[in-house]
T-cell receptor, first 114, second 115 residues
Framework: NAGVTQTPKFQVLKTGQSMTLQCAQD?????MSWYRQDPGMGLRLIHY???????DQGEVPNGYNVSRSTTEDFPLRLLSAAPSQTSVYFC?????????????FGPGTRLTVT | AQSVTQLGSHVSVSEGALVLLRCNYS??????LFWYVQYPNQGLQLLLK??????LVKGINGFEAEFKKSETSFHLTKPSAHMSDAAEYFC?????????????FGTGTRLQVTL
């Protein structure tokens, strides 16, 4: 049981490049989400999903796309990277979509956009 | 809209001293409240959560927090700090069932423990 895994751990992009951050969980969790962590700002929700085929926007969705074709995977796509997207990205999952269930976090992806 | 405010971005205590990390919340409905800890270069890990049962919640590693509705607070405490407690701590709020488990995080408090 690997929990929540994220790849890559580190990535450097040039402005305008696109890429996909991968997130997978093997706990059969219904709910998955992506956060970005910036100094002094805590974690901010980018997108989330309450189940396969269902996604919705969080607090800071601009510049990012997501899809949820399977329960296990929830990739985050950067369409055209900008320096403002330099951040640490965390994927998280939770057993069900509603209620006070613990969210399990992956180890993060540190992204730098030059 | 829900929000949390963490007072003090950095807190320094001596080993063996009381740890007190402050969190105040704002929510239009009774909230669920969480404390997460992040060790360097790692993801977040749940310390404890309040789900409208007992107002004093005990978590892992000797931490506890008390929900005070009148003060809209959920402060995190530990009677005696250990060097291994040095980390960043995040308070988070989620509104009651009927919505997805979206968490709104505070800006975090970095705890330093000195000898």
């Amino acid at each position: 049981n690997a929990g929540v895994t994220q790849t890559p751990k580190f990535q450097v992009l040039k402005t305008g490049q696109s890429m996909t951050l991968q997130c997978a969980q093997d706990m059969n969790h219904e709910y998955m989400s992506w956060y970005r962590q910036d100094p002094g700002m805590g974690l901010r929700l980018i997108h989330y999903s309450v189940g396969a085929g269902i996604t919705d926007q969080g607090e800071v969705p601009n510049g990012y796309n997501v899809s949820r074709s399977t329960t296990e995977d929830f990739p985050l796509r950067l369409l055209s990277a900008a320096p403002s997207q330099t951040s640490v990205y965390f994927c998280a999952s939770s057993p069900v979509a509603t209620g006070p269930y613990e969210q399990y976090f992956g180890p993060g992806t540190r992204l730098t956009v030059t | 809209a829900q929000s949390v405010t963490q007072l003090g971005s950095h807190v320094s205590v001596s080993e063996g001293a009381l740890v007190l990390l402050r969190c105040n919340y704002s929510s239009s409905v009774p909230p669920y409240l969480f404390w997460y800890v992040q060790y360097p270069n790692q993801g977040l890990q749940l310390l404890l959560k309040y789900t409208s049962a007992a107002t004093l919640v005990k978590g892992i590693n000797g931490f506890e927090a008390e929900f005070k509705k009148s003060e809209t607070s959920f402060h995190l405490t530990k009677p005696s700090a250990h060097m291994s407690d040095a980390a960043e701590y995040f308070c988070a709020v989620s509104e009651l069932p009927g919505t997805a488990s979206k968490l709104t995080f505070g800006t975090g408090t970095r705890l330093q423990v000195t000898l």
